[in-house]
């Protein structure tokens, strides 16, 4: 397995996340989700979650997020361990974006923004003044959006609705931003627009740590500097993604041959057609 071998050596609420021997069973049939996770995610680092469908994703995800405890082990979030620290408090310290997320669409784009101030679904809108206003048109700018100010939310496209999103989870200006899979269902285009901003906003705030999950290599963005890859629930890989994102590594977390290619810092991977068998 890769590793960081600093990890066991530093205390882990110095670091924006600290997983130490992670196990989760689900409380009905103790069937286990997650199994002896230890991870590590320090300020300004950029993180891809890799996995088959059922590996643990969005539990580990959920964990990072203050949604839950885990059945034994410590997680620490920005400083706090969970089960010690008052949890309403810590989400709102954390940006979450996923596919999920409930907005009213006839809400503007400017409006969906300003309710990351609040954490509501529909706008507080006492609660915003000049300068929180200003922050939302700025946050727009800043993602690309700028020109989708007044339009309503529910006419935005995939791609602009994901930017929205994300601006709207920065207005909390949080020190870990979480992103449940940003580019579903997303045109070519549009994941290529999303990519861009997303390297421009790693670019653009160095101390913000981020933690994308995604089903496709081609979806990083060359400021994702590394990578934990999980199979059933156990880790199969973690650390920088030149040591990770390897065809030895892809296989054995997918189960079948991978090969991976990286260019321009962007990466790609592909499975090698299975032949026939002949017939009889």
Same mark, same amino acid.
């Given at each position: 397995?890769?590793?960081?071998? =600093?990890? +066991?050596?530093?205390?882990?609420?110095?670091?924006?996340? #600290? /997983?130490?021997?992670?196990?989760?069973?689900?409380?009905?049939?103790? +069937?286990?989700?997650?199994? #002896?996770?230890?991870?590590?995610v320090r300020p300004g680092e950029h993180w891809a979650l890799l996995g088959a469908n %059922?590996?643990?994703?969005?539990?580990?995800?959920?964990?990072? #997020?203050?949604?839950?405890?885990?059945? @034994?082990?410590?997680?620490?979030?920005?400083?706090?361990?969970?089960?010690?620290?008052?949890?309403?408090?810590?989400?709102?310290?954390?940006? $979450?974006?996923?596919?999920?997320?409930?907005?009213?669409?006839?809400?503007?784009?400017?409006?969906?923004?300003?309710?990351?101030?609040? %954490?509501?679904v529909q706008p507080l809108w006492r609660m915003y003044g000049d300068e929180v206003r200003?922050?939302?048109?700025?946050?727009?700018? *800043?993602? #690309?959006?700028? *020109?989708?100010?007044?339009?309503?939310?529910?006419?935005?496209?995939?791609?602009?609705?994901?930017?929205?999103?994300?601006?709207?989870?920065?207005?909390?200006? &949080?020190? /870990?931003?979480?992103?449940?899979? &940003?580019f579903n269902a997303l045109d070519l285009p549009s994941r290529e627009d999303l990519v861009?901003?997303?390297?421009?906003?790693?670019?653009?705030?160095?101390? /913000?740590?981020?933690?994308?999950? @995604? $089903? +496709?290599?081609?979806?990083?963005?060359? =400021?994702?500097? $590394?990578?934990?890859?999980?199979?059933?629930?156990?880790?199969?890989?973690?650390?920088?993604?030149?040591?990770? /994102? @390897?065809? =030895? +590594?892809?296989?054995?977390?997918?189960?079948?041959?991978?090969?991976?290619?990286?260019?321009?810092?962007?990466?790609?991977?592909?499975?090698?057609?299975?032949?026939?068998? &002949?017939?009889?």
């Amino acid at each position: 397995m890769t590793s960081q071998a =600093a990890e +066991h050596e530093e205390d882990p609420r110095a670091a924006v996340v #600290g /997983l130490r021997d992670v196990v989760v069973r689900r409380q009905t049939s103790d +069937h286990l989700i997650l199994g #002896g996770v230890d991870w590590t995610v320090r300020p300004g680092e950029h993180w891809a979650l890799l996995g088959a469908n %059922g590996a643990g994703k969005t539990t580990l995800l959920r964990l990072l #997020g203050a949604l839950m405890h885990p059945t @034994t082990g410590s997680v620490d979030v920005l400083g706090s361990r969970l089960g010690r620290v008052d949890v309403r408090d810590l989400r709102a310290r954390i940006g $979450h974006v996923g596919t999920a997320q409930r907005v009213p669409e006839d809400l503007t784009a400017h409006a969906v923004v300003l309710t990351g101030h609040t %954490g509501t679904v529909q706008p507080l809108w006492r609660m915003y003044g000049d300068e929180v206003r200003e922050r939302a048109h700025t946050l727009l700018l *800043e993602l #690309g959006v700028k *020109e989708l100010t007044d339009r309503p939310y529910g006419v935005c496209s995939g791609g602009q609705r994901a930017r929205v999103l994300i601006a709207r989870a920065l207005m909390a200006d &949080p020190a /870990l931003l979480l992103l449940d899979e &940003p580019f579903n269902a997303l045109d070519l285009p549009s994941r290529e627009d999303l990519v861009e901003a997303l390297f421009q906003l790693a670019e653009g705030r160095p101390r /913000l740590a981020t933690v994308t999950v @995604t $089903h +496709h290599l081609e979806e990083l963005s060359p =400021a994702i500097g $590394h990578a934990l890859l999980l199979q059933e629930g156990r880790v199969v890989a973690r650390g920088p993604v030149a040591e990770v /994102l @390897t065809d =030895a +590594h892809l296989t054995a977390c997918f189960g079948r041959d991978i090969t991976v290619t990286r260019r321009d810092g962007r990466w790609s991977a592909h499975s090698a057609r299975r032949t026939r068998r &002949p017939t009889a």
